[in-house]
């Protein structure tokens, strides 16, 4: 079992910068992989990136490549993914999420409640 908080998000205005965290507790944290997803308003969840279990590997959905970074601190057993030059369309609600050593479009077993992030002027 892992249980996942999240915490960073906020109002900010385009251009602007965030980082949220999410903090895991639980058994054997570094076997997991962890991605972040959004979920805007109307749409579906989506994956926005994700690192690996070994911190050697990391994955962007295509409008994050390049803004968004996703990074591990294995001390701290915190993940965050730190959100430059932020659009409107990067606003909803944020989830981090774990599951077993590789990213990978599916099979996350372990969901946070979620933090609001709202870009807007």
């Known amino acids: 079992q892992v249980q996942l908080v999240e915490s960073g998000g906020g109002l900010v205005q385009p251009g602007g910068s965030l980082r949220l965290s999410c903090a895991l507790s639980?058994?054997?944290?570094?076997?997991?992989?962890m991605g972040w997803f959004r979920q805007s308003p109307g749409k579906e969840h989506e994956g926005v990136a994700c690192?690996?279990?070994?911190?050697?590997?990391?994955y962007y959905e295509d409008s994050a490549k390049g803004r968004f970074s996703i990074s591990r601190d294995r001390r701290k057993n915190t993940v965050y993914l730190q959100m430059n030059s932020l659009k409107p369309e990067d606003t909803g609600v944020y989830y981090c999420?774990?599951?077993?050593?590789?990213?990978?479009?599916?099979?996350?077993?372990?969901w946070g409640k979620g933090t609001q992030v709202a870009v807007s002027s």
């Open positions: 999420t774990a599951r077993p050593l590789d990213c990978a479009p599916w099979g996350y077993d372990y």
């Open positions: 639980g058994n054997t944290p570094d076997y997991y992989a």
């Open positions: 690192i690996s279990s070994s911190g050697t590997s990391s």
